[in-house]
C-alpha cells in the first residue's frame, strides 16, 4: 500500500512569491493534516482538513491556505512568502472514523524563500 | 492548551547500551500520545502510540514507552541501541475534540557511537 506523498520535493521561490504545495493521502484516508517543521520552532501544526471541508488551522497568518479535493489529495497555498516561511512542510493522512486513528506522515516538501 | 517537554536536546549512547528518551506532557484530559522518529531529510515514522489500557507500549525496532499519568510522562526506551537508530526523535500528544491534531516536543537528537 502506498503511503502519503508529497509534491515537489524542494522548492525554491523568492520573498513576495506564492507557493504551492501537494499532498496526497494513503488510499481510504479523508483526513489531510499539515504541519511545519521550520529550524529553531520545532514541528507546528498548520490545516486539518477532512471530507473537503477546513476543520482547523493552527496559529498562522490568513495567507496560509488550502484546500482538500473530491479525491482527499490536498494543497498547501502560501501567498506573499517571507524568508521565514522556509521550512520542511510535512503533510500527514488519518483514516477512520474515530479521532483515535494515527497519523501517517509524508517524507515533506523543503520550501526555501530567498 | 496541551504541551510537550523533551528535557534532552541531544543524546548520545555507545552502540549496544540501553536508551531512554523522556517526555513530559501537559494536557487537561486523557492523553493520546505517540512517539516519531525522523532521519535526515525524511519525514516522521511512528514508533509507537498510547490511547488506553497497558501503560506499557511496544513499538517497532524493538522500542517501548511507558505512560505514567503520575509523573505526565511517556519515556521511550530501548534496551539495546543499533548504529541505525541515530534520527531524531519526537514525543506528540493528540488533541481530542481537534481532530486529533498534534503537538509536538522539541524533539531529541540521538547520536550512537560505535
Known amino acids: 500500500e502506498a503511503g502519503v506523498t508529497q509534491s515537489p520535493t524542494h522548492l525554491i521561490k523568492t520573498r513576495g512569491q506564492q507557493a504551492t504545495l501537494r499532498c496526497s493521502p494513503i488510499s481510504g484516508h479523508t483526513s489531510v493534516y499539515w504541519y511545519q517543521q521550520a529550524l529553531g520552532l520545532g514541528l507546528q501544526f498548520l490545516l486539518w482538513?477532512?471530507?473537503?471541508?477546513?476543520?482547523n488551522r493552527g496559529n498562522f497568518p490568513p495567507r496560509f491556505s488550502g484546500r482538500q479535493f473530491p479525491n482527499y489529495s490536498s494543497e498547501l497555498n502560501v501567498n506573499a512568502l517571507e524568508l521565514e516561511d522556509s521550512a520542511l512542510y510535512l503533510c500527514?493522512?488519518?483514516?477512520?472514523?474515530?479521532?483515535?486513528?494515527?497519523?501517517?506522515f509524508g517524507p515533506g516538501t523543503r520550501l526555501l524563500v530567498l | 492548551a496541551q504541551s510537550v517537554t523533551q528535557p534532552d536536546i541531544h543524546i548520545t549512547v555507545s552502540e549496544g547500551a540501553s536508551l531512554e528518551l523522556r517526555c513530559n506532557y501537559s494536557?487537561?484530559?486523557?492523553?493520546?500520545l505517540f512517539w516519531y522518529v525522523q532521519s535526515p531529510g525524511q519525514g516522521l515514522q511512528l514508533l509507537l502510540k498510547?490511547?488506553?489500557?497497558d501503560t506499557l507500549v511496544q513499538g517497532i525496532k524493538g522500542f517501548e514507552a511507558e505512560f505514567k499519568r503520575s509523573q505526565s510522562s511517556f519515556n521511550l526506551r530501548k534496551p539495546s541501541v543499533h548504529w541505525s537508530d541515530a534520527a531524531e526523535y519526537f514525543c506528540?500528544?493528540?488533541?481530542w475534540g481537534a481532530g486529533n491534531m498534534l503537538t509536538f516536543g522539541g524533539g531529541t537528537r540521538l547520536m550512537v557511537k560505535p
Open positions: 482538513y477532512d471530507e473537503g471541508e477546513e476543520r
Open positions: 498510547y490511547f488506553s489500557g
Open positions: 500527514a493522512s488519518r483514516g477512520g472514523q474515530a479521532y483515535l486513528e494515527t497519523q501517517y
Open positions: 506528540a500528544v493528540g488533541a
Open positions: 494536557y487537561g484530559a486523557t492523553p493520546y
